[in-house]
């Protein structure tokens, strides 16, 4: 079982010609509505990618509620423990440009009420996968990664977004998946020493004896273990939408691992994934089903 911890939004999403500086006004294409947050992103890319997959968070008691969980229901995951909040549902406000490139402002609405008391609803059991992000509050996330250790279950905390209190969380997750910028972030609050980043890398390793993994976007991911370092190309791609990229990569991630791959084969399934959800518009709806993945794989 994969069970997700984490946010549910609402993406609100306009196509424009380039982003805007600050205090510019620049002319839109297009404006659509999907389902988002990393924690539901996520816990949709498991379940695509054929896992049992739960999700724990909540959303608020108004109309963008039914819409935020639609893609999650229609696919299978289990929703038993999502709560309603007095707050309103969590949004994203996400501008993208023409070459795919975007910006995101998130408001987490009933996100902030996902609170250590909830992660009980996980009913976690040895074995199970917990996936974690930092969209609900810091306190909620130690909660869930101390609960996964007592419960004998594997905890991968996904860093984004960066937030400075977290890097203590780090060393307590068995798997930490980070982007390049925030892994560099994390490094310099860490205070790990190295001249590069594969030596940053190691040396949370040696520190740690955690598993690091950084998304490189286009260069694919690279991963540091106890048992050695490991790399993994990205597919070329011309990329539509880089929104929820990283969660498909996340979710796939930890079902290739509960599926029981290698760590190296659970990279290349994950980074397939990753790179044909730039594909199409939108996070959620970008998705792809493992058959595909499996296709473009072979």
């Given amino acids: 079982m994969i069970v997700i911890i984490g946010s549910i939004n609402l993406d609100l999403i306009a196509t424009v010609h380039r982003l805007p500086?600050?205090?510019?006004?620049?002319?839109?294409?297009?404006?659509?509505?999907?389902?988002?947050?990393?924690?539901?992103?996520?816990?949709?890319a498991a379940r695509r990618a054929g896992a049992r997959t739960r999700i724990v968070g909540a959303v608020g008691n108004d109309p963008f509620a039914?819409?935020?969980?639609?893609?999650?229901?229609?696919?299978?995951?289990?929703?038993?423990?999502?709560?309603?909040?007095?707050?309103?549902?969590?949004?994203?406000?996400?501008?993208?440009?023409?070459?795919?490139?975007?910006?995101?402002?998130?408001?987490?609405?009933?996100?902030?009420?996902?609170?250590?008391g909830h992660v009980a609803q996980a009913a976690l059991a040895a074995g199970d996968h917990v996936l974690l992000q930092l969209e609900?509050?810091?306190?909620?996330?130690?909660?869930?990664?101390?609960?996964?250790?007592?419960?004998?279950?594997?905890?991968?905390?996904?860093?984004?977004?960066?937030?400075?209190?977290?890097?203590s969380l780090l060393a307590d997750a068995d798997y930490v998946v980070a982007n390049e910028t925030e892994f560099d972030l994390y490094a310099d609050a860490l205070g790990l020493e190295g001249a590069d980043r594969r030596a940053?890398?190691?040396?949370?390793?040696?520190?740690?004896?955690?598993?690091?993994?950084?998304t490189l976007g286009g260069e694919g991911a690279w991963a540091a273990t106890p048992d050695g370092?490991?790399?993994?190309?990205?597919?070329?791609?011309?990329p539509v939408?880089?929104?929820?990229?990283?969660?498909?990569?996340?979710?796939?991630?930890?079902?290739?691992?509960?599926?029981?791959?290698?760590?190296?084969?659970?990279?290349?399934?994950?980074?397939?994934?990753g790179a044909l959800a730039c594909l199409k518009p939108g996070a959620q709806p970008a998705i792809p089903l493992r058959k595909d993945v499996d296709a473009a794989l072979a």
């Fill in 229 to 238: 370092f490991v790399t993994c190309p990205s597919m070329k791609i011309t």
């Fill in 136 to 167: 609900i509050p810091i306190e909620t996330v130690a909660a869930s990664i101390e609960e996964a250790r007592r419960a004998e279950a594997i905890s991968v905390l996904n860093t984004a977004p960066y937030r400075p209190e977290a890097a």
């Fill in 66 to 116: 039914g819409e935020a969980l639609e893609l999650l229901e229609t696919a299978g995951v289990d929703l038993s423990a999502v709560h309603r909040a007095e707050s309103a549902t969590g949004t994203a406000h996400i501008l993208v440009d023409r070459e795919g490139e975007n910006t995101i402002a998130v408001v987490p609405g009933a996100n902030a009420d996902v609170l250590p």
């Fill in 241 to 273: 939408d880089t929104v929820g990229a990283g969660d498909t990569f996340c979710g796939y991630l930890a079902a290739g691992l509960a599926e029981g791959l290698k760590l190296e084969a659970a990279l290349r399934q994950a980074a397939a994934a």
């Fill in 21 to 44: 500086k600050p205090g510019e006004t620049v002319p839109g294409d297009t404006f659509v509505t999907a389902p988002g947050g990393k924690g539901a992103n996520q816990a949709l």
């Fill in 200 to 214: 940053r890398m190691e040396a949370f390793v040696a520190k740690t004896g955690r598993i690091v993994i950084v």
